[in-house]
T-cell receptor
């Protein structure tokens, strides 16, 4: 089945530094990737949608200059949290859609736990 | 996309069927009903989806009412590993750029 991986699975960084999270589709081509954020005891919140080779589309209220998304290839998207602060501590989950599948299904990665100290 | 309403939480005895309801009274004709679940600290997992007819796969069954305003996800023999948050999502399918928007979901606790 379709597999999406994320790296790292968890990361601790100091306030003010930047952190990059990778999302890879391992056995399919992901024409579209999605980034979600989830705070404790809350549901997933969609942050942005990115199509390969294009700029990401951010949801309302998500700062595009703070959360930099790059989707340079059909198997890799990255999310960079710039100048991270403690309030950015969260569970970040990516999702990829198989562009060659007629069902346009989305497959989710295992998530990355970010802790900013 | 249409909104959904789910109970906040449910309990189920291990080995029994778990029936998770979802209301989607404003669903439109070209919108599908999707179910995902999220086990603690993991990414969501696709379970099943359907348009009008009932669907069954190796994980679950999906029963959609004739008027399509509600549906029920059935886990036929719940195990402790089925304890998770279950999300019912209604969305248009087969559209480029379409996205999944998650609501609060139902916390299912399977107890021995």
């Amino acid at each position: 089945g379709a597999v999406v991986s994320q790296h790292p699975s968890w990361v601790i960084c100091k306030s003010g530094t930047s952190v990059k999270i990778e999302c890879r589709s391992l056995d399919f081509q992901a024409t579209t990737m999605f980034w979600y954020r989830q705070f404790p005891k809350q549901s997933l919140m969609l942050m942005a949608t990115s199509n390969e080779g294009s700029k990401a589309t951010y949801e309302q209220g998500v700062e595009k200059d703070k959360f930099l998304i790059n989707h340079a290839s059909l198997t890799l998207s990255t999310l960079t949290v710039t100048s991270a602060h403690p309030e950015d501590s969260s569970f970040y989950i990516c999702s990829a859609r198989d562009g060659t599948s007629a069902s346009y299904e989305q497959y989710f990665g295992p998530g990355t736990r970010l802790t900013v100290t | 996309d249409a909104k959904t309403t789910q109970p906040t939480s449910m309990d189920c005895a291990e080995g029994r069927a778990a029936n998770l309801p979802c209301n989607h009274s404003t669903i439109s004709g070209n919108e599908y009903v999707y179910w995902y679940r999220q086990i603690h600290s993991q990414g969501p997992q696709y379970i099943i989806h359907g348009l009008k007819n009932n669907e069954t796969n190796e994980m679950a069954s999906l029963i959609i009412t004739e008027d399509r305003k509600s549906s029920t996800l059935i886990l036929p023999h719940a195990t402790l590993r089925d304890t998770a948050v279950y999300y019912c999502i209604v969305r248009k399918n087969m559209e480029y750029g379409n996205k999944l928007v998650f609501g609060a979901g139902t916390i299912l606790r399977v107890k021995s």
